[in-house]
């Protein structure tokens, strides 16, 4: 008889990174406690453009496991040009990288 002694130790994977990514550079705010909060990004566009990206509003922060790679992963807000769009920030613990996925 089984009475759910059992201890699971696996993570639960989210399997492959969704949609387009692409390779951005963050200011990013480190706390005391070691929270992370981005304050801002740059990124540069198909005709070779910088564009940065200030006053993001976090809407939520996960960390999930994509294929077995720890990861944080944010929700945020953002206003440019008068848009108002959201878009994922996704670190990459053990490589130190961060990627956007509009």
Not at 43 to 50: A, N
Not at 60 to 83: A, F, N
Request: glycine share 6%.
């Amino acid at each position: 008889m089984a009475f759910g002694t059992e201890t699971y130790t696996e993570r639960p994977d989210a399997g492959k990174l969704p949609g387009k990514k692409q390779n951005i550079a963050v200011d990013c705010w480190f706390t005391s406690k070691g929270k992370t909060i981005p304050r801002m990004f740059k990124y540069q566009d198909e005709e070779g453009i910088l564009h940065s990206v200030s006053g993001l509003r976090i809407l939520c922060q996960e960390e999930k496991y994509y294929c077995g790679v720890p990861t944080l992963e944010y929700l945020c807000e953002v206003i440019q040009d008068q848009y108002r769009t959201q878009v994922k920030l996704i670190f990459l613990l053990e490589e130190h990288r961060w990627m956007l996925c509009p």
